[in-house]
Structures are given as structure tokens and as C-alpha cells.
């Protein structure tokens, strides 16, 4: 799936990721390739996601993730 991060300041990531682990408000939930279409906020915390590269963690500020035809957009407050 696309995966792209995006903060206020500037885009943190894009390209192909297997797996993203997010910070809902309601608690932590993950995305897998071919999920349903989504649209869930975002609380601070810890976010991770896997790459042909490896794992990623980042910090995030909270906001709100999108997941439709296999493209996760999230948009994040703050990111580090």
C-alpha cells in the first residue's frame, strides 16, 4: 500500500509500506494492505510503520488518517 505522512511543516514520508500502527483516539489499531476505507482521528502518542527497509517509529502530535484504494494518508499535527 501507499503510505504518506504529512505534517504542517512538510511531508515526513511517501512510498510502499506492508504495515502502519496507529494512535486512535479510542486506542492503537493497525492498517494492513487492502483495508477498508477508513477515516479515524489520531491521539498523540507512538506510530510505527514496516517498509522493505524495516520498521519506522515516530512520535506523532495527533490528527487524522485516511485509508482508501489501498493509500493511507495521515496527517499529523507535529512528528518526530
Same mark, same amino acid.
Not at 500502527?21 to 489499531?29: H, K, M, N, Y
Not at 507512538?46 to 487524522?64: A, D, P, R, V
Given at each position: 500500500?501507499?503510505?504518506?505522512?504529512?505534517?504542517?511543516?512538510?511531508?515526513?514520508?511517501?512510498g510502499e509500506?506492508?504495515l502502519?500502527? !496507529?494512535?486512535?483516539?479510542? =486506542?492503537?489499531? @493497525?492498517? /494492513?494492505?487492502?483495508?477498508?476505507?477508513?477515516? *479515524?482521528?489520531? +491521539?498523540?502518542?507512538?506510530?510505527?510503520?514496516?517498509t522493505?527497509?524495516?520498521?519506522?517509529? !515516530?512520535?506523532?502530535?495527533? =490528527?487524522?488518517? @485516511?485509508? /482508501?484504494?489501498?493509500?493511507?494518508?495521515?496527517? *499529523?499535527?507535529? +512528528?518526530e
Amino acid at each position: 500500500m501507499t503510505l504518506e505522512i504529512l505534517t504542517p511543516e512538510k511531508k515526513i514520508f511517501s512510498g510502499e509500506a506492508t504495515l502502519v500502527q !496507529l494512535p486512535g483516539v479510542d =486506542g492503537s489499531f @493497525e492498517i /494492513l494492505s487492502h483495508h477498508a476505507p477508513l477515516i *479515524a482521528a489520531l +491521539a498523540k502518542g507512538q506510530m510505527k510503520y514496516k517498509t522493505s527497509e524495516g520498521e519506522t517509529t !515516530l512520535t506523532i502530535g495527533g =490528527g487524522f488518517v @485516511e485509508c /482508501l484504494n489501498n493509500r493511507v494518508i495521515v496527517c *499529523a499535527e507535529s +512528528a518526530e
